[in-house]
């Protein structure tokens, strides 16, 4: 599958981002900001920001490119601050290919540029005053952010809880993953709608546009977390089991294969080879949980298109480039693998 | 020496800030928000919050108080939230008299609830809107608490980096304490002054007053964590020499007694005993660093009251009371022994 749209919007602003990201992130002491920087310069696929400015541009045209931008800045300063703790908390080593921040700048900086990369993600949601948003559009925009960015917490702290516990069901994950991962794409889609001034019907619209695409997101990250290409992820494959983590695979298939059940609990309990992952992975897999995650991600992805569709029948759609990166975004979200 | 006005308003207000704050940090995860609640049941002196509304209605009047309130409630959160990722970067166990958020919830968690704080001091912040500071004057305050927030990162990325330096001198020092500690305090008069619908000017008087009260405060917390009483400060003695920490008591003694150096220089890379680092306390008060510690906190507390007399002999003040807290406030910070 192509994704000719967004891979277009991808070179056109990703470069844009970039750049204003390094010059946001710029100050003293030098090695706090180097650490701060750190995974953002290792790249990454920046769907959040685009989402931000497609949505700007679909519903408000070229005018909302501006307001759209710092406020697309502001999530993804937010989104690479929640992988530096993540990756503190998880004791991961690797990141997009490269070592995490705490295993180059030791756990204090890590964790202090996490916090200036938090701070730095408000102020330029709030400097999208400067550039034409209006302070009460400004208001509604932090608002958003300060409210996803606690869902977001929230989501981290269930997912930590979850990883010792073993009666987590599906609405539960759903709960989880809504506020873990979705919630910010729900937020992103917001602001760029935000950044369009588009009346409150239409914030909401968009924003449940998002949380879709964040579901099948997050479920599809599930899935290349078990069985994707390492060399194209960047993460070491298994960490999720290793770690304990309820993915929907994992709560599909113990639900469905009790000795299953069992033997997951003790790989999360006890010593781990590489062969009894491999095991474990491939018994999941013949439960049906695979085609069962591949369908639900395909299914909210689905969701979202038709409720960008509505809009459009709606007459609200103003930027019919901008419209396809929102539809390939969504497709994009479930089929990723990487 | 007593603060007659300062403990008056304590009495009136931090139970009154404290219930606030428990209705603002309940949610799921449970365990989470108990984590987040952790440290701020814990109590504490709440200088920070008595200070927004201390100025809020000096020079707004009984008006400005419920809109003082949100952001002092944001402040007292934030403020928070950094002692909680502290501990975790110092690996303090305790803390206010208690076992710190990571050592009774673990660390993953005590991340998170921090990140959770900060998101819900940036909330509250904006919620000021919601009581009538209207939507120009939130922007304002926002971006003053978020440019305070980034502060602080800073600062405390200077004393994590400080800690293995041997050449930081007094105005390296300064500008640490300024960034980690007093930028907080001009938040603080400064949110106070936004409260009051003050002129920008005024704004920009009262954070020179919180700024220096700050200077004031930390140089008095080197001083108490020092030669302070455990038993009322609730932090173990001596673990900023433990830690190698540049307080101004050494690195005014370093620089004068080339001896004392390289013995402390030898205290944070060998092997510590109670009985070494006893000796090199008493060694520091020797160079005179203590009176001259003494001495400084006490100018800039003179300084900071100087700017308040300004404020009033320009009839800016409304509000006797409060006026006489923000004084003793100032006096308090530089005189405190816990």
Redesign the interface.
Known sequence: MEFRALDEFSKKYIPLLDSYMRDLLR???E??YSAAMHLIKAGGKRLRPLMVIATARALGGPDAEARALSLAIGIEIFHNF?LV?DD???NDDYRRGMPTVHKVYG???A??????M???A??SV?RA?EVGLG??L??KA??TF??A??K???G???D??FEKLWDVDENDYLKMIYLKTAALMEASASLGAIAAKARDEVVEAMGEYGRLVGLAFQIRDDIIGLYGDPAKTGKPVYSDLRRGKKTLLVIYAAARDQDLRRKLESIFTGKLTEESLREAAEGIKATGALSYAEGLAQSYSQMAIERLERLRSSGLIVDEEAYSVLRELALFSAQRDK
């Open positions: 100050g003293s002491p090695e706090l929640t703790h503190i908390m998880d756990i204090p900086l964790i202090t540029a996490g916090d200036l938090f701070s730095m408000f102020l709030i005053v302070h009460e400004t208001v932090a608002r300060a409210d960015s606690r977001v917490a929230e981290q702290g269930y930590i809880l």
